[in-house]
């Protein structure tokens, strides 16, 4: 048996343009910085039910939990 996109060029199980509203352009996506190291997050489909409390980019700044300072700030601790 042939594989769907063999046949067609397209893939079959792709939803519809429409359906989702999002064609593709992350830069129309929310953005947010990480707390802890101050690089942009983009939103994620895993983050849709509490994007609000999304407060790090990853498991490393999570475990860190500001011990680092924001890079983006640029501000020094006195």
Known sequence: ???PMAR???PTSAA???ATGFKGNKLSLPHKPCVAC???MS?????AKNWAEVKYCSDACR???GARA???TGASHG
């Open 38 to 40: 101050g690089r942009p």
């Open 1 to 3: 048996m042939l594989h």
């Open 63 to 65: 475990s860190a939990r």
């Open 70 to 72: 924001p890079q983006a």
């Open 8 to 10: 067609t060029g397209k």
């Open 16 to 18: 519809p343009v429409g």
């Open 43 to 47: 939103w994620r489909r895993a983050w």
